[in-house]
């Protein structure tokens, strides 16, 4: 990773499973918050001990949500409500989901100010 100016991981189970600790420039890109993603699971459980469970489980994701910044540069979440709820430090970023449509069709082979990267993903 030394001899890369940047690495852009997609989601923390990558991360892990690679089985490095720090990440040395790098961006960690988190679609969905972990323990909020576990939060969801409770409001919709049937009541009794899977809630303990998933309490459980929303604590120790929260206990390690708290240390990617010690693991990567820079995360990019989905929206400013993940941005705060991890900290909302200068190095938690927001990259939208998407976009408004702009109100003209852009020209093209004409440099936008300020310049823009574009990504695209998809799965087949």
Known sequence: MACHDLVWIHGLR?????????WPNSVLDIDDIPSGFHRTEIEEAAGGHPEVTLLRQVLQWRRRE????????????????????????????????????????PRSGV?????????SAFSV
């Not at 440099?111 to 990504?119: E, N, Y």
């Open 14 to 22: 990558i991360a892990n499973g690679c089985g490095f600790w720090r």
């Open 66 to 105: 708290k240390t990617l910044l010690e693991r990567f540069e820079a995360v990019c979440v989905c929206s400013e409500a993940d941005r705060r709820e991890l900290g909302g430090t200068d190095r938690v970023f927001v990259v939208p989901n998407g976009f408004a449509l702009p109100k003209q069709t």
């Open 111 to 119: 440099p936008a100010t300020p310049p823009r990267i574009g990504l």
